[in-house]
């Protein structure tokens, strides 16, 4: 179905299963180990080989010679893959380095040899054995070092790199109050508890992979480009995703490699990339260095607001977007924004958990909290102060739904944000306490979302298509929309994803995964029902579906009596019009933090979190808080503790593993609460939902480093907010 008018009243708005916090479907075989993951699917292939990839140690350059011949006598060694007998390998679109290197290296770790052998330590021991031999180029490694001569990125289809609206120079230049100051955020490793894994088999020329894959379809192509093989020869199966935050967005190493492996094994071989392995091998959130200024009256209204951001990437890399937000979020007549874009021989910067916001709030919201503080302004009443209903750089596209100062006020309110005290003067024994907050804001994409619905004689609907459930409640909210269009209950719906067999749907990645792939089931749905009427003899316009049977004027029936003997199937896909051209269709929050800062040791402990998010409709309150938790605890790890720390001489980030990649642990995060605005988005889709799963994360480190601050009143612009960066400024102990 097309979607191009705002949704009317629809069988959704009933609520009798959509809106409700069902526990996930899948939970019990997640928590009892019985959702097997790819590395697992021991029920589809006896005795696969087990591959181990060999990365590369240098950064830049070149192999002169690879010495295999310890290795290939190695016990249980199989066979060998290297680019020297791969044959030619192509790459996928949404790939920037090569995924299997030599003798060109782009990136430390790139994967340079698969041993495969007969189990994972034969194949990890004869890795050792092999002795590469290289020629080191000097790379670039250092973006501050970097930044001058970065040039202006190339536009994207959906970002232009620079914008402009009215004399931002003059307005800046004549503000009374003005803010100018440089943010930096470092490089983020995803992190994901399943590693990259994948297991090959092919059939004659015909590959089946499973493998762990956040967007099907266009990983699936990509194998096929990388292989040079058609698309249709080409199968990606990935029911189960232990955690991805983008990093699984698009085909690594493990899928190459365990395809190649297997073709020249002559048998099935799987691959997972080891811990060590993944952060240089695979992709990471790039850092920035970000440029804020904002000038205001001395009201508070603001007249000039200017982002702009630097970032680098390997050649043909994508930049970092953090101006984003900035173009859309606070009013302002004269405005500015620039994404740049340094040539860096790091490995591939590409998408984590909110590309864009998520860092470039980071950025935004403490300059917020800066020029409220010089205004003498409360920072939420300087936020509501220039809220915009309308695109500003756009003033004729209003927003579809923006509740952004209710999100505030009710934050607000409900944190108890008026006892907050002046900076620094807050204090409970030895710790110096401080609240602080930020504006969350995310995009909500439409994208093309496809479904096929089956009924079948007892009455139960089964549900397929590509969408991936990558541990966000995919298939718990799937069923729910099945279930109340069909009128029947949650345990009579069966939910199958993540096949690239099945119907296209945009996959888990940019919070867009659950408005779409519910619309989508919407329209397959919608069809289905047409079919149980004609089946009838009923009526289509009037029928009504409820507890498993079919209404239509003083006529009923059971739904299963319209299945007959072999069922009756739908599929559809629901498609835009113009409406998200027309409207600017986002999400926002309000998030609140209480952090405490000890003043001997300077020590930070968050006390207490709060979310107000607005979204449109919630589909699932338990899934979507769940997911909202989740960020807001990633937003204190990038508040904190994240980073991988560059080697800017060798090229590489040098903890490369969990135990030195530091992420918040359940003792870093005492108190957390969500709460959702009663409200729908009727522009967004049928389902009048948006996403949450960003959203949660966007502004949160910003809210710490507010708290932060107002604890102690030590500001810090780079993250994270370690002790080396405010040790030496911590007011005196008394
Ligand atoms: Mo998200 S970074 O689009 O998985």
Redesign the pocket.
């Given at each position: 179905m097309k979607f191009d008018t705002p949704a009317t009243t629809n069988p959704i708005d009933q609520l009798k299963v959509v809106g409700k916090g069902y526990t996930r479907i899948d939970g019990p075989m997640k928590t009892t180990g019985t959702a097997p993951y790819a590395y697992e699917r021991h029920d589809v292939v006896d005795n696969p080989a087990y591959g181990y990839v060999l990365g590369s140690a240098i950064a830049k350059g070149k192999i002169t010679s690879m010495d295999l011949d310890a290795a290939k006598g190695a016990p249980g060694v199989i066979i060998i893959v290297t680019a020297d007998n791969a044959g030619k390998l192509g790459k996928g679109k949404l790939n920037t380095a090569h995924l299997l290197g030599g003798p060109a290296i782009e990136h430390y770790h790139q994967a340079v040899a698969l041993v495969v052998a007969q189990t994972f330590e034969q194949a990890r021991s004869a890795a050792a054995l092999i002795r590469v031999s290289y020629q080191e180029d000097q790379g670039t490694y250092d973006l501050a070092a970097a930044k001058n001569i970065a040039p202006v990125a190339k536009d994207e289809p959906d970002a232009k790199s620079a914008t402009s609206v009215g004399d931002f120079a003059g307005a800046f230049a004549a503000a009374p109050v003005k803010l100018d100051a440089t943010y930096t955020t470092p490089d983020h490793s995803h992190s994901m508890m399943e590693p990259f894994a994948s297991m090959a088999a092919w059939t004659g020329n015909k590959v089946t992979i499973w493998t762990s894959n956040?967007l099907i379809h266009s990983s699936t192509e990509d194998v096929a480009a990388t292989l040079n093989l058609p698309n249709d020869n080409v199968r990606l199966i990935s029911p189960f995703i232990g955690g991805?935050?983008?990093g699984k967005?698009f085909i690594r190493s493990d899928v190459i490699l365990a395809a190649l492996g297997a073709r020249a094994a002559g048998q099935p071989v799987k691959v997972t990339l080891q811990r060590p392995l993944i952060p240089n091998n695979t992709t990471h959130r790039a850092s920035t260095i970000q440029r804020i200024r904002i000038g205001a009256l001395a009201d508070g209204h603001i007249t000039a607001i200017g982002h702009e951001g630097w970032s680098g990437n390997l050649p043909e890399g994508r930049p970092e977007t953090a101006v984003m937000q900035t173009r859309l979020l606070y009013a302002g007549a004269n405005r500015m924004t620039a994404t740049r874009l340094a040539t860096l021989d790091l490995p591939e910067g590409n998408?984590?958990?909110?590309?864009g916001e998520a860092p470039g709030l980071m950025a935004l919201e403490i300059a917020m909290d800066e020029i409220a503080d010089k205004l003498g302004m409360d920072p939420v009443q300087f936020r509501i102060l220039n809220d915009t209903q309308v695109d500003p750089e756009k003033p004729s596209r209003p927003y579809s739904r923006r509740a952004l100062v209710e999100c505030l006020k009710m934050g607000a309110d409900k944190f108890g944000w008026a006892k907050r005290g002046a900076p620094g003067k807050t204090v409970d024994g030895r710790w110096l306490v401080g609240m602080g907050m930020a504006a969350g804001f995310r995009n909500s994409m439409v994208k093309k979302s496809g479904a096929k619905v089956y009924l079948d004689g007892k009455g139960d609907i089964t549900v397929e298509t590509d969408m991936t459930d990558i541990g966000t409640g995919t298939y718990t909210i799937l069923a729910q929309t099945a279930a109340e269009m069909m009128g029947v209950g949650l345990h009579q719906v069966v939910v199958r994803l993540g096949d690239s067999t099945y119907p296209v749907s945009p996959g888990?990645?940019?919070q867009f995964g659950a408005s779409n792939s519910t619309s989508g089931v919407y329209a397959a749905c919608l069809k289905l029902r047409e079919a149980v009427a004609q089946k009838l003899g009923f009526k289509s316009d009037d029928t009504m579906f409820a507890d498993g049977r079919v209404t239509s004027g003083s006529r009923s029936a059971a739904l299963a009596d319209a299945a007959g003997e072999v069922g009756l199937q739908a599929e559809d896909a629901i498609e835009y019009g113009d409406l998200d051209k027309k409207y600017q269709e986002s999400t926002f929050a309000g998030h609140f933090v209480e952090a405490a800062v000890n003043s001997y040791t300077g020590e930070i402990r968050v006390r207490r979190m709060l979310a107000v998010c607005a979204a449109g409709r919630i589909l699932n309150p338990k899934t979507a808080r769940s997911q909202v938790i989740g960020a807001m605890t990633m937003g204190v790890g990038a508040a904190l503790m994240e980073e991988l720390a560059v080697d800017t001489r060798r090229g590489f980030f040098v903890n490369h593993d969990l135990a030195g990649y530091e992420v918040p642990v359940h003792a870093d995060i005492p108190h957390q609460d969500v709460i959702f605005l009663d409200e729908t988005d009727p522009i967004a889709n049928p389902m009048k939902a948006k996403g949450v799963g960003?959203l949660g994360l966007c502004g949160v480190a910003a809210a710490v480093a507010n708290a932060v601050y107002n604890a102690t009143g030590v500001r810090v612009r780079d993250y994270p907010i370690t002790l080396d960066k405010y040790l030496t400024r911590l007011p005196a102990v008394a």
């Open positions: 956040q991805g935050f983008g967005l998408a984590m958990r909110a590309p888990s990645g940019g960003e």
